[in-house]
């Protein structure tokens, strides 16, 4: 079974439409492995990250973002005044703690992030160990933040 790190924050993060905002969207991503413990296999050296996939990883999270905070927004009109739980996709037990509507929101949120990685032309293992690596390494999370800047500019030129 695939392992998706993708997580539901309490945060909102509105559209992207500043630097502070792009550096929040990259945080959201690179937090996902530290709310996880690192399995060996995602602890191991990974291939340098070329061009491309920079590309591919910061469309990814751009393309993730809206439906992130769509169901986000679900969620938290479900749950009311209460706190959002954190929500990872493959731990079980973060699932199971959701009612049932909620459950059906998150799997759905999760199921839809992984086809968007998978459309980006990331593996979800791929996908995952850049976010592992861009935490460890200034020079490919400033490389991942100007893409994202890029990114956002041209769509908004649009």
């Known amino acids: 079974m695939q392992e998706n790190y993708f ?13 502070s905002l ?3 969207t990259l945080t ?17 050296q990974i291939p340098p990250v070329n061009n ?7 469309q990814s999270v751009l393309k993730m973002e809206p439906d992130r905070q769509q169901a986000f927004d679900e969620i938290k009109k479900l749950i009311g005044g209460g706190e959002i739980p954190k929500i990872v996709c493959n731990d079980v037990s973060s699932m199971n703690s959701l009612s049932s509507k909620t459950r ?6 999760c199921n839809r992030s992984q086809k968007i990685v998978e459309n ?13 690596e861009i935490q460890k390494n200034s020079d490919l999370y400033q490389q ?8 956002q500019n041209a769509s908004e030129k649009k």
Not at 7 to 19: A, D, E, K, N
Not at 52 to 58: I, K
Request: proline fraction near 3%; avoid cysteine; glycine fraction near 2%.
């Open 7 to 19: 997580v539901f924050f309490p945060i909102p993060i509105q559209r992207i439409l500043s630097h």
């Open 22 to 24: 792009v550096f929040a």
């Open 28 to 44: 959201t991503a690179s937090v996902i492995f530290s709310t996880l413990g690192l399995s060996s296999k995602a602890a191991a």
């Open 52 to 58: 491309t996939e920079v590309t591919n990883y910061a």
């Open 104 to 109: 059906d929101i998150a799997v759905n949120y």
């Open 120 to 132: 980006h032309g990331l593996s979800i293992e791929r996908f995952n160990a850049i976010t592992l």
């Open 144 to 151: 991942v933040y100007n893409t994202l800047l890029r990114l």
